[in-house]
């Protein structure tokens, strides 16, 4: 595995690269290593700012030669937001390095988690949470989905949805006590009765039954977690109830 000296190498790299090209104004680190020292496992995530008008691919492909030529980098796969574009790398010792550009006009903090290196940002524009009621209709949409798929015998895609179902009812828990709701950022700082009710949810089988008994604690945590839904809950809860009935008609 990497070590923090190796993320640490690739980070001074990149950096002084992007600090002597001219088309390149503004640098910034962001993730868990914004604003503090990460852990030993953290991911390197950078992002600049490129004068408007200049090619932006055009960069990204000149840093990607780079990192492959210096690092041995391995281009995963990139994610276009607005008009940023973001690459993720794979490096040997399973360093992921998440970089990004954007056009200088649109070089801005989307969250909480990102400090300035050099150059300007543009007004911060944080990307905001999902309300309760769309996480509280993701889970119902997935129970729906979870069911129908156990009914067709199609027990691998249930435990996709019954799986679903818990962790937009975490998200939910986590969003009513003010914690982060992406990617499962809080669930580990939910109350400890919280997380023992997600673990009955926990599917431990393909069994038709035992998909049947994890996809009724999913949706006994989702009801436990409605928050600012109640109305919108006691509508759809009852229905989810009888969904997880064992026979239906």
């Known amino acids: 595995m990497f070590t923090i000296d190796d993320r640490n190498?690739?980070?001074?790299?990149?950096?002084?690269?992007?600090?002597?090209?001219?088309?390149?104004?503004?640098?910034?680190?962001?993730?868990s290593l914004a604003n503090s020292e990460g852990d030993r496992w953290s991911d390197l995530d950078l992002t600049f700012g490129v004068s408007d008008g200049i090619s932006i691919g055009e960069v990204l492909d000149d840093?990607?030669?780079d990192l492959r030529s210096e690092f041995s980098?391995?281009?995963?796969?990139?994610?276009?937001?607005?008009?940023?574009?973001?690459?993720?790398?794979?490096?040997?010792?399973?360093?992921?390095?998440?970089l990004s550009f954007a056009p200088a006009s649109q070089f801005r903090a989307l969250g909480p988690e990102f400090r300035l290196l050099f150059g300007e940002a543009a007004e911060q524009a944080h990307v905001q949470p999902p309300?309760?009621?769309?996480?509280?209709?993701?889970?119902?949409?997935?129970?729906?989905?979870?069911?129908?798929?156990?009914?067709?015998?199609?027990?691998?895609?249930?435990?996709?949805?019954?799986?679903?179902?818990?962790d937009y009812a975490l998200s939910l828990?986590?969003?009513r006590r003010g914690l982060p709701a992406f990617h499962g950022r809080g669930f580990d700082l939910l109350p400890?009765?919280?997380?023992?009710?997600?673990?009955?949810?926990?599917?431990?089988?393909?069994?038709?039954?035992?998909?049947?008994?994890?996809l009724t604690c999913a949706v006994g945590l989702l009801a436990e977690e409605t928050g600012e839904v109640q109305e919108l809950a006691r509508k759809v809860v009852p229905q989810l109830r009888q969904l997880t009935q064992a026979t239906l008609q």
């Open 173 to 175: 828990a986590c969003h």
């Open 73 to 98: 980098a391995t281009h995963l796969f990139d994610l276009p937001s607005g008009a940023a574009i973001y690459r993720v790398f794979l490096l040997p010792g399973c360093l992921q390095f998440d």
């Open 63 to 65: 840093f990607t030669n």
């Open 131 to 166: 309300q309760e009621q769309q996480l509280f209709g993701y889970a119902a949409h997935q129970a729906l989905r979870a069911r129908f798929c156990i009914e067709r015998g199609r027990l691998w895609q249930a435990e996709y949805w019954v799986s679903g179902v818990r």
């Open 9 to 31: 190498r690739v980070r001074d790299h990149v950096l002084e690269r992007a600090r002597v090209d001219v088309r390149v104004v503004a640098g910034a680190v962001v993730g």
């Open 192 to 214: 400890p009765e919280v997380r023992h009710a997600a673990t009955d949810a926990l599917t431990r089988s393909l069994d038709r039954n035992e998909l049947l008994r994890a």
